[in-house]
Structure formats: structure tokens, C-alpha cells
């Protein structure tokens, strides 16, 4: 009897009814509009209003797809590719019309008016520990603790879901790698993987040394669709030039020859220190070994080469894992699973599944779903 | 009283040395930061391989300290001041650590993670020359970064009556500095796999692409700051 239960398991599960489908996603329906009315960026002109209301409905729509067909990665990667393509537009707009152009000038960085990202996060701790002082030359107040204390705060519950759910840039590379119908290059040299750890380390240490940040300065490929050093010097102009063949190679050829996330596997600094939260965070993806056989589909599917034939026989994802859920949507034995830190391996997947989405997609609306909504309302701008 | 006033100057002087050393501390480690600890990583576990690497490194900066100490008593304080010199050696300074990094992270591929390295018969000659050579090469050359607590040491070791005062005001300059240096034996305890070695090798190619190129732009005279 037990067994013929096991054996039913392994057959995909059936779309779920609208009704109990709509219920789930009754939270999201009122978090949405909720939350992209009062953010920080919103207004009551008629052209938010419009575009809130445009992206609460995107939003919410997903959540139920993802809902009805037990299918993460596909609906995530909607979101998460309108992301990072909304995201540039509504930056550059905003620089050009702050600024009139995207690079910045030093008078603009000692006046303490760069906007700040993510990504130096880790390139302060250091020299923050060492002098008190934050080595990036934005506003405290005005940019850097907001990002940091949201960064924590939603880090310290999803740990590195971060990459697949807020991040404002992977949904580029994801956009391109779903381009050709199959990889060009299929033979992938895992030691490829430990770069975003060396990149890590030496831009920590340098960033020591030198007393800026340096990954900014001088490696950062998405300087390429926001924003740049002013190029007066020569140095500048090689800065300059690095971002845009890092872009050129990492988040363009490279995804669209292999169909995987490149830039995040192989280079992201901020990627790699963000893994070191997997540990704290209680979800994760486990690998019920007794259903495994192993075909390797988990590991074809994972878009951030963060599975191995070593880890998938130890029943575990390596710690790079973003949560993005392809490998299980692509499991064709459901022995991918959601799984609850401290609880058993395949018990209630779906459960841990439910429970990580609803807080990753109240993140996403909060974070993602608000530059959305300033990406759209910035279209409508330019064509009403 | 003449002698007491000496003495009391020398005592004066070598405290300003020792304080000097102690408060920049900090930032000497990290300016050596990128060039130490990639290189300790690729070391095998334990506190005595990161014993006989940091001692190296710290007496070949000592020797470094030592020859600047030589320059700058001779040259008087504007070896350290005139901005083109200065340019120059650095410039020159970056060049070699890169040289020597790209070589470190290139010989650090047969570095052994396994406790088998500890054999004598894996050990023959190959890590652990590189280990003394390759560490004597960065403390050398970090030793000669003129990194401004540096230069301020050259400045008032320049004004000191004689050589011999200018070298010991930089072995107690080089005291006070080094003390910040003891906590890295503690990289020792982690424990090395071949992840951890490719890591650090791979860090100290990017470091050295990059003092590369700041080396270069040093040499033409082209600005590495300000943009």
C-alpha cells in the first residue's frame, strides 16, 4: 500500500482548481496594490496609478499561474526577466533627466550622490570594521542604509532567493539564455564555479587597499546599462571599456551559447558572498534520495550550474542554489524538493514551497514589483 | 647632560617610531592584504607553514624597510617627496608584485591539499622553496610600497642625525607594524581543500591584472585616482 502511494507521487500533479488557486492567491491580490500604492516612490498621479495597477495585476497573475500549475521557474522567470529589463530603462531615464547623461562626474561621487546598489555591500565591511568609514561615495541616509537594512532583513529569511527574486540584474542574462531552443556549449568546466569567490576576495582585500570600491570601479558589467565613470582619463576609458566586454561576454554571448546565468555563476561577487546565506536561511531544495534515480535533469536545468553529480548523490543542492525552482519543475520524479530546514526530506513539499513563495513574492512586489511599476510608468511617459 | 639629552632624543624619536608603527599598523595590513593572504591560502593547514610564511615575509619588508631607510637618509627627504621618483618606483613596485603573484598563483597549482603533502617525499624541494622564495619576493617588494605612513616614516628618518638612527627608527617603525601581521598565523587553522587553493590563486591573478595595470599607468605618468 505504501508503495503504490509512493508510486502515485511520481506522477505530476494535476492543475490546481481555480477556486482553491484564487484563495492562495487572495494574500498576494491584497499585497500588491497595497504595497505599490505607499512605497516610497509612489504618487498619486494619474500615470502611477495606471502603472501600479498594471503591475499589481502582473504580479498577481503569476502568483496564481504558479499557483494552479505547481510551476515556479517558468512565472518567476516573467517576472524576473521584466525586471531586468524595466530596470535600465527607468534608471537611465532617471539619470538622464537628473543629469543629462550616464556617467558620473567626481564632483557627483564627492558630493556624495551616487546611487547605491546591492552589490558593494560586501566591499564595505571591511573598511567600515577597519576605519568606521563606508568606502562608496553615496548618501548614508538617502541610499545606503535603506538598501542595506531591506537587503538584510529579506537576506536573512529567503539567503540567497536574493539572486532570483530581487535582484535587479540577473534578468537580463535569464532573458537571454531563453532565447535558442538549446545550448551551443554544452561542456562546462566546473572549477568555472569558484571565480565568483575569487572575484569576491579580491575585490574585498583590494577595496581595503585602495579605499573605494572596487568591483564598482573596475569590474562591474552592468555599469554598461546604468551607470559609468565619466571617462576624462585614460584609466577611466579602460574602466569603461572592461564593463562593456564584461556585458558584452558574460551577460549576452555566454548566456545565449549556453542557456545558463553566466554573470551569476561564474563572476557575481555579490552572488557568492550572498551563498554564505544559504546557511542561515530555512529554505532550501533537497533531493529525496530514495526517488532519485539520477537522470541529471535537475542539474541540465539549473540555470546556475549549482548542482553536481557529488551533490545530488549527497541529496543536496551546493550552496550557490538561488531557489529558483527549475530543477524542481524539471524533476521528472518529483525528487527535487522544497524542503524546511529541520524537518523530514519530502515531507509536505509543497507546503515549504507555499511558505517560501509567499515570502519571496511579497519581496518581489515589495522590491522588483515597485522598479516595475516605475519601468512601465516610464514608457507610459514617453508614449501617452 | 649632553648624553642624558640624547638619550633622551633617542628615546623620544624610536617612541615616535613605535607609535608611528603601531597606528598605521592598519593600514599597511591592508595594503598588503591583497598580496598576503591569497598567497597564505595556497599554503598547506596548520601554523607552521603560515609561521615560516609570514616570517619570511616580514623579514624580507624589514629588509625592504632597511634599504629605504638607506635611500632616504642619503637622498635626505626628497627621495620620499619629489612626486616623479616616488611615481617611478612605484610604478616599478607594482610591476614586480605582479610579476611575482602571477608566478605564486602559476606554481601554486601542484599544491598539495591533502595531509600527504606533509610527506617528505611529495615536499621535495618544489612548495616549500616556493613558500620562502615567493613569500622573501612580496614582503620585498611591499616593503618598498610607499604607502603614506611610509613615506612619513622616510620624512622624519631623513632628519635623524645619522644612518644608524635612520635604520633603527625604521626596525622600530618596522615593529610596530608587524605586530598587526601575528593574527594572520591564524589562517593556519582553516582548513585547505582544493577549492579554497583555486580560489586564492584565482584572486591573486585578478590582484595582479590589476597591479599590472596601475603599474603600467604609474609608468606612463597617467592618473589612477580622480577619473
Redesign the interface.
Known sequence: MATNARTLTLTRPAPRGILRSLLLTLPILIWSPLMLLFSPGSSTKPVWLISSAITALFMTALFFMMMRTHSTYHWRRIFFVSLGILFPIEFIHNLFVMRGSMGIPIEEMIAGRTPFCFMPIPLLILPAAFTRTLVFPGSIIGGIAAMVGLWLALTLVMGKGWCSYACFFGGIEEGVAAIPPRAKIRKLDPRWRYVPWAVLLAMVLLSLAIFEPAYCMWLCPFKAVTEYVAARSTIGLIQNVIFILLFAGLVIALPFLTKKRTQCAWFCPFGAFQSIFNKISIFEMRIDKERCKPCLVCQNACPNLSLSKESIARGETLLSCMKCGACVDACPRQAVVWHIKGTQIAWKPERARLMFLYAAWAMAIMFGGTIIAQGIATILHFVV | MAREYLHMAAFVSYGEALALGLASG?ACL??C??VL??SLLTERTGFRPHARYLSAFLAARLVGYMLFAVVAWELGALASMLPAPRLLMMGVVYLLLACVLLWYAYSARRSCAQPCADSKLVQIGESRNRGVAGAAALGLLTGLNLCPPFVVAGIRAAQLGSMAAALVFFLVFFLGTSIWFVPFVGLGCIVRNQ?II??????M???AL?YL?IGI?MLLG??????
Open positions: 592598519p591592508a595594503a592584504g591583497p593572504i591569497p577549492a583555486t580560489v586564492a590563486r584565482m584572486a591573478v585578478l590582484i590589476y595595470l599607468a597617467k592618473k589612477t585616482y580622480g577619473y
